[in-house]
């Protein structure tokens, strides 16, 4: 598993052609599934817009580059959000994770994704850099996502904070 993060920059090449089309920029995917449902792809160059690449296009996720099945899979965008009815996850970096009690838990940092990168599987948030380095980040399954709105992220208060639970289990144990 990895994050789609790892994803970004990835080389997005033909199969058949062996011609690099440009580089993973973001992933859409659909909440209620968990599916990635495209790829925003941009073809280099300074003044260039990002391409959609439907994952339908999609033959392989690999270690070092994404493989398409022919040259002309890519997309020019139309709507802004790009497509709708998914999510990027850029959009949703930063966003703040509450828990069904109200309380704040971090900020949205990134989506991990399953072994064949074709759904999401967690959401990864931070609450703050020290906390990150000394616990790392935690990941709340996507299943269990209460909400994922404009403003915020909604979690169920049992995901709050594991490592303070932790803490509190460790300090009351019989010695």
Known sequence: MGTAGELSGLAVVSEG????????????FDAPS???????????????????????AVRTVGADALLV?????????????????SLSVKSL??????????????KMTDVTLTADSLSVADLQYSGGVIDSMLHGKPT?????????????????????????????????APS
């Open 17 to 28: 052609s062996g011609d690099k089309l440009g580089k993973v920029q973001d992933v859409l």
């Open 34 to 56: 968990g599916s990635v449902t495209a790829f925003l792809v941009h073809p280099g160059g300074m003044f260039t817009k990002p391409l959609l690449l439907p994952i339908l």
């Open 69 to 85: 099945e022919q040259g002309h899979v890519l997309e020019a965008i139309a709507s802004d959000p790009p497509l709708p009815g």
């Open 93 to 106: 970096d930063g966003r703040p994770v509450l828990d069904d009690t109200g309380k704040y838990l971090g």
């Open 140 to 172: 709340i399954p996507l299943a269990v996502v209460k909400a994922i709105g404009p403003d915020s992220i909604v979690v169920p208060a049992s995901y709050g904070a594991p490592q303070e639970a932790a803490e509190v289990e460790s300090t009351q």
